[in-house]
């Protein structure tokens, strides 16, 4: 396909010709967002306008349809609105408390929704000190809250303890990695990490 350049001039601004080829990656190697991205747009070149912002609107329409189909599988408890938000810091001031700041029609949200989504099965399945929630920043009720917190970009995760973040947002972008991450986390802060399934 000859599209990677409109994919990364209109989602990542980049200086790329708009001609240039998508890559062949190994599912090994390839980042959730570029496979996302391929899933998306297989068997669809002969459909696609040739034109950059002819082609963003062609992307968004076939995003917002995967996003229909797939979103109720990967969402996280949400939070709406400041108060909510001091509250449930308020309510698990002991435990390590994760918010996930994400939007609609977000590429890497949707590609990291799957992980996502394991990581708070697996916080609930086996008793962690821990809270995940899901703060929808295009929520008009979270636009103070996401400026608040300094959100600039999505998908965006922030941990905290005793009612104040404890490091910058985790930038993992799979399961293992976020989960090792959490662990260090625990054990720094002197919480119990549960013994593996």
């Known amino acids: 396909a000859e599209y990677m350049g409109h994919f990364l001039s209109v989602y990542f601004f980049s200086p790329f010709t708009c001609n240039a080829r998508v890559v062949t990656m190994d599912a090994a190697d390839a980042s959730p967002v570029m496979m996302l991205f391929q899933k998306i747009i297989a068997g669809q070149e002969a459909t696609m306008p040739k034109e950059k912002m002819e082609w963003a609107r062609w992307f968004d329409s076939r995003l917002g349809a995967y996003e229909e189909e797939h979103l109720p599988a990967m969402e996280i408890t949400p939070v ?40 708070d099965e697996t916080l609930l399945a086996r008793n962690y000190p821990c809270r995940f929630y ?9 636009l103070s809250l996401s400026a608040w917190q300094r959100v600039v970009g999505t998908p965006s995760v922030q941990v905290f303890h005793g009612g104040r973040q404890i490091g910058a947002n985790v930038e993992a972008t799979r399961y293992e990695t976020f989960m090792a991450q959490l662990h260090g986390t625990l054990a720094a802060l002197g919480l119990p990490v549960p013994d593996p399934a």
């Open 80 to 119: 709406v609105g400041e108060e909510e938000f001091e509250r449930k810091l308020l309510e698990h001031k002991d435990e390590v408390v994760i918010f996930k700041f994400w939007k609609h029609k977000c590429l890497p949200c949707l590609s990291y929704g799957p992980f996502m989504k394991e990581v």
């Open 134 to 142: 899901g703060v929808d920043i295009k929520d008009p009720r979270n």
